[in-house]
């Protein structure tokens, strides 16, 4: 079968060009693309995209499924259903489940929960030590064998340095991704907000932002010890940037990612006490957020994930410091990017450049472009439609997102998974 996408609005991040344009899919892969005017070639199915953009799917680093252990919160079919509507194509998914994601048996339950239930791919992640606990490193090499993508104890930071390093040391020989939550964890303990004149002001429990400088540090120091391949699940403070800079200079394999939240929303945000916008790390000041946007426009930031954290009422409806940290966003992390596109002039490619591309890249997948090849996983949407954002309709099981009643742009009209059509908007 060959479908023929046409008359539309081309955004190739590996080139990084926007163009009108059309798109051949033949067997669940990109065929060709092709320039405005050039001849069409027949095909079984034609969708004429009216000139919306059409771009690779998105591949979200650090998802959150709450199976094995609390599906009330989310299932693999939920949280495929809200990928599909969020032009999400792939899920990478982190282990920090009830029990953690750290032995092959459990590994393959979540494989073939994600196969049977969700509507997109689903590449799961693997704990680095044992229950996430920081005393004992998993199984790596068994881990990968059954399908583990990277390594990650989440927001767990593993404080013995010891286990740390051999687990790099071990990861190194077996090739692993490893993905760490650049956190000082003494400092960061308890903390709610940033410290600053706004959380004194709430009398709210704060962290410097120099515990993720503090933290980083620490873990680039051991990247070069150990030669390890390394990635940073969330940047979010200028003074972290410098010492990004720094180990890229010195040839260190170490990319960087950023929330969709840390991205677009700051500090300020949380007045009122609205528990919905406390996220780990914790909402940054202005200047944090700017520089953020100022560092994924320049390449230093490689990736923005969702960090989709599902958490229902019950642990949301609390006092500030006692509620739980964490928002849904598979659903939202495009409209939320068009924020950049519209408001803070970051243009369409360098998006998903950040959003598809790089995490492709980083974890060694074909997807991610629109070159001949890889596999039609692509996302038609309008990067310009108003709406305000009810909640309620969201996919998700849990709903607990910050954008609720925001007034967005950007809707999502049709996601394609290997050639075949997985959302469609009424």
Known sequence: MTTLLTNARLIDPEAGSDTQGALVITQGRISATLPEGAPLPAAETVVDCNGKCLAPGI????????????????SYRSAGLAAAAGGVTTMVTRPDTLPAIDTPEVLEFVRRRANEAAPVNVLPMAALTKGREG????????????????????????????????????????????????????????AAA?????????????????????????????????????????????????????????????????????????????????????????????????????????????????????????????????????????ETLLPAAMRLHHSDGVDLPTLFRAMALNPARRLGLDCGRLAAGAPA???????????????ATLRSKSRNTPFDGARLQGRVLTTWVAGQTVYRSA
Not at 59 to 74: F, L, M, Q, T, Y
Request: with cysteine.
């Open 59 to 74: 591949v979200d680093i650090g998802v959150k499924v709450c199976e094995p252990g609390e599906r009330h919160k989310e």
């Open 135 to 190: 005393r004992e490193m998993t199984e790596i090499g068994f881990l990968l064998d059954a399908g583990a993508v990277a390594f990650t104890d989440c927001d767990n930071v593993v404080r013995d340095t010891k286990v740390f390093s051999r687990a790099l040391t071990y990861a190194r020989s077996c090739g692993a991704l490893v993905i760490g939550h650049p956190q000082e964890p003494g400092l960061s303990a308890g």
């Open 194 to 330: 940033t410290s600053g004149k706004f959380a004194s002001l709430y009398g709210l429990p704060a962290v410097s932002p120099m515990a993720e400088r503090m933290g980083l540090d620490r873990d680039i120091a051991l990247i070069e010890m150990t030669g390890a391949r390394y990635h940073a699940d969330q940047i979010t403070t200028r003074r972290a940037l410098p010492a990004l800079e720094r180990a890229r200079d010195n040839g260190l394999d170490i990319t960087a990612g950023v929330s969709i939240h840390h991205l677009t929303l700051n500090e300020f945000d949380v007045s009122g006490y609205r528990t919905f916008f406390k996220v780990k790390p914790p909402l940054r000041s202005e200047e944090d957020r700017q520089a953020m946007i100022e560092a994924l426009r320049n390449g230093l930031i490689d990736i923005i994930s969702s960090m989709h954290t599902p958490q229902d009422e019950e642990s949301k409806r609390r006092p500030f410091e006692d509620a739980a940290s964490g928002a849904v966003a598979l």
């Open 377 to 391: 996983d692509l996302v038609l949407f309008d990067p310009n439609v108003p709406f305000v954002l009810d909640r």
